[in-house]
């Protein structure tokens, strides 16, 4: 068989995320960003005055990509030392002899392990910025379009004042603006680790340099430059802090509990047929009932947030347990917690962009359901209009309140439809207001100002439209992102 059916892999990586992420985290980019930082410790030493020769630094850039031999003489000295750092140091000098002496010359093991993670990061919320910015236009390409289209609004649960279907996405934009937000922040505070030494003193970097410390500042800064960042940690330990990392978390894990919701809305208002996802012509909702619908994507959008929502406790935890300066507590569980960070993400913006791009409303039910709920909210309308005709408003009440239980009586023991206006027709009392019925009844006029609150969130100049401006020559409105599966 060319492909492995034989052992486990993550279902992110066959079915969900996309190449391109799974790409940035894989092992080739680990590696040869560990090489590339090393090439960047030995440029900035040689810069400095430190005995390097052109050869070795020319071997190394030569080399920063891995040959797959590369890899095999890598794992087969892991083995034997138990240290995957040490294991690359090895690797990479049998392929840059000259170097051999000088890869790795006064760092520890978290210049490159850290230092790659905060690469790897930075590129990864540059990738999926993008992506959450075009779910947001096309959401608010959404908004807009249903904007004038009223629907009951619920709150605990049971019917209550109508709003519009544009209204409720914009509820959803809202909260995913929060998200953009969030990454834009977690991408400006990446603080890198820079040349630090074992504990964070850098007195291996003060011991080379003679005891010059201009020269340890400047390659920290040099190595800084390099890697893509503006600001180097002006503290840190063996490792930067994973504080850092639980505010990252807490980023994805928030964008997480937005699909979740989202997703929920999505199935809920599927389940009473007003709104559905995309459904291919092919597609099987069920092995057993061929006539079913399923929201399946809005389904998976619950169930990775689910999963991405909860891994910032493992980020709280990792940050708490670190002893003093460090300890190996955190390194096992970074290596699953951070690219799950990203793929879930990639996953759920793949799924959420395939959804905003086809989402399909029926009009007719909306208003049979809206209709079927209205006559009792448009009680209060009623009341109002006797009271302006002279009618005492308690008397009013109580004649209106004794209708409205005789017509739920009808809906939930009969079955029936809500019959509470033909009710009020043919009840003399409130003949005074039987021309202005269909006026007190009309949708749009228990909707207040959610059209035009629409209109000024998504308008140009506007919340949306700020937001997005950083992001407009990406963004990518056409054909939806395809799922794999």
């Known amino acids: 068989m060319s492909a492995n059916y034989e052992a486990w892999s993550s279902p992110l990586s066959g079915r969900y995320a996309s190449k391109e992420m799974l ?64 294991a690359h140091v090895h690797t990479f000098g049998l392929a840059a002899p000259s170097a051999a002496g000088i890869i790795h010359w006064g760092a520890t093991s978290c210049y490159v392990t850290d230092g790659a993670d905060q690469i790897i990061m930075a590129r990864g919320l540059k990738m999926l910025l993008p992506k959450l910015a075009t779910v947001v236009k096309k959401l608010s390409n959404f908004a807009l379009e249903y904007k004038d289209l009223p629907t009951l609004a619920y709150t605990h649960g049971q019917p209550a004042q109508p709003t519009t279907v544009g209204k409720r996405a914009a509820l959803w934009i809202k909260d995913l603006l929060s998200d953009l937000r969030n990454f834009e922040y977690a991408l400006k505070n990446i603080e890198f680790r820079g040349v630090k030494g074992t504990t964070g003193t850098q007195a291996s970097f003060l011991a080379i340099f003679n005891g010059d410390h201009a020269k340890v500042e400047a390659l920290d800064e040099f190595v800084t430059k390099k890697a893509g960042f503006e600001t180097v940690l002006d503290i840190a330990s063996q490792t930067y802090s994973r504080k850092q990392d639980l505010d990252m978390a807490s980023a994805f894990s928030s964008f997480g509990a937005t699909c979740m919701k989202v997703g929920g809305d999505l199935r809920h208002l599927a389940m009473i047929k007003e709104i559905e996802e995309p459904f291919e012509e092919e597609q099987i909702g069920s092995s057993a009932m061929a006539y079913k619908r399923n929201p399946m994507r809005a389904e998976r959008m619950c169930s990775i947030g689910r999963h991405l929502a909860d891994l910032n406790q493992d980020a709280i935890h990792t940050y708490a347990s670190q002893w003093f300066e460090r300890d190996l507590s955190d390194s096992a569980i970074r290596r699953i917690n951070i690219p799950e960070w990203f793929l879930c993400t990639d996953a759920l913006l793949i799924i959420f962009n395939n959804v905003t791009s086809g989402l399909v409303v029926y009009p007719a039910l909306i208003e049979r359901r809206l209709m079927d709920e209205l006559p009792f909210m448009a009680t209060e309308n009623i009341i109002m209009a006797l009271v302006a005709k002279g009618v005492s408003r308690q008397e009013a009440h109580e004649r209106i309140r004794v209708h409205s239980h005789a017509a739920g009586r009808m809906v939930k023991r009969e079955g029936k439809d809500n019959d509470l206006i033909e009710r009020v027709k043919g009840d003399k009392y409130f003949e005074p207001v039987w021309e202005e019925l269909s006026q007190l009844l009309d949708p749009k006029s228990f909707i207040g100002r959610a059209p035009q609150q629409v209109e000024k969130f998504t308008a140009p100049g506007g919340p949306v439209d700020k937001a997005l401006e950083p992001y407009k020559d990406a963004l990518t409105t056409g054909a939806a992102a395809e799922l794999k599966v």
């Open 23 to 86: 790409h940035l985290f894989s092992p080739q980019i680990r590696a040869s960003t560990w090489r590339q930082l090393w090439v960047w410790l030995a440029e900035g030493e040689k810069e400095l005055g430190l005995d390097i020769s052109d050869e070795a630094i020319s071997q190394m850039r030569s080399k920063t990509s891995l040959t797959e031999q590369d890899f095999e003489i890598a794992a087969i000295e892991e083995k034997r030392r138990r240290h995957d750092v040490m």
